[in-house]
């Protein structure tokens, strides 16, 4: 149930925040940097006991969280 909630609450994000930085706006970049942060490493390394259900889950959590690392960076150098 937890992960049906985060997976609504980043498609309203995500469309948010691919919207404002196509249109140029101000406040876009420090939104995805905000956003990636709040909604996705808080919530995926605090409660990870709650997200992993298998060791294939834990397995597949790192994968993402090296992602969003990796992405993030990418961004950054970016701006």
């Known amino acids: 149930m937890l992960g ?11 469309r948010v925040t691919a919207i ?8 876009s970049a420090p939104l ?3 956003g990636i ?4 490493f808080l919530p995926y390394t605090l ?15 790192n994968g993402l969280l090296g ?3 990796l992405l993030q960076s990418i961004f950054g150098l970016l701006l």
């Open 67 to 69: 992602t969003e690392t």
């Open 47 to 61: 409660g990870r006991s709650h997200c992993i259900t298998s060791p294939e889950g834990a397995q597949t959590l």
């Open 32 to 34: 995805t940097f905000g």
């Open 20 to 27: 404002a930085l196509w249109r140029g706006v101000g406040w």
């Open 4 to 14: 049906q909630v985060m997976d609504m609450v980043l498609l309203v994000f995500n």
């Open 37 to 40: 942060t709040l909604l996705q």
